[in-house]
């Protein structure tokens, strides 16, 4: 499992940085593909506990969400229209549409409940995803990007291997046996670590107690992530949202935590640009 695991992010990982040095189109391109396939493993884990949702209709406004955040559609849009209305109206339409497309099917049993559901996909995949396609159409966005992935994967990656060997006080047993304190706390040093080096390399416009500030709430920001998803995947009593990628399993079980994170690090650049963070 491990060599699998290894095998699959040495071919996948140089895509991906490749992918994100030259942002879009194909970066948004890429996080459009993640996305759908991600919200789709998300449906399948759900249907299987005999509560199917509206998949297509989650496809497509998990899609919309991502497309929504990039920056050159939305210059073409701004002669045309209000920018301010549209996170609004998608919230609305993703709402009212689903309602009303189970009110007009002829099956009525446990609608709400797969109302429920089908919005549930499209906010945790489409609007948590939408973060990274804003994060690269900000200044530096690259950088910054490059720091969310890494920093998280520098937390995943002690957590895990310190946990296997020397964890012993379970973090969340009801949830996720096999976390440990000992990796948790591993993360937060693995992050901080990996989080000086990147922002070193990138020459971010950030301190090192800034750098350690972020750090520490990346990795926090992903095992919470991270936890969120093994509550799911117990919730429909499945052990990996899918088999896409091996020796990791499917997307979401790959996503969860920088999903999380990367809806923090947009908010930190924002804060940082905004000189919130100048007494650090």
Known sequence: MLKKRVITTLCLLPVAIVIIWFGDPWFTILLAIVGLLAVYEF??????????????FGLIWTLLFILSRNPNLLS???????????TPLLLTSAVVLSLTWLLLRPHKENAFSRWVWTMAGIFYVGWLLSYLTALRGIDAGRDWVFLALFTNAGSDTTAFFIGKTWGRHHLAPSISPNKTWEGAIAG????????LIFVTVLNLPLSYAQT????????IFGQLGDLAESLFKRNTGVKESGKLLP????????MDSLIF????VYYFALACNAGWFNWL
């Open 43 to 56: 449906y399948g884990l759900v249907a299987a506990s005999k509560l199917p949702p509206l998949t297509y």
């Open 76 to 86: 073409i849009l701004e002669p045309h229209f209000d920018l301010t209305l549209l």
């Open 188 to 195: 937060l040093f693995g992050a901080i670590i990996i989080g």
């Open 212 to 219: 350690i500030l972020l750090s520490l709430l990346v990795s």
């Open 247 to 254: 020796g990791h399993g499917g997307l979401l079980d790959r």
């Open 261 to 264: 994170s990367s809806v923090l």
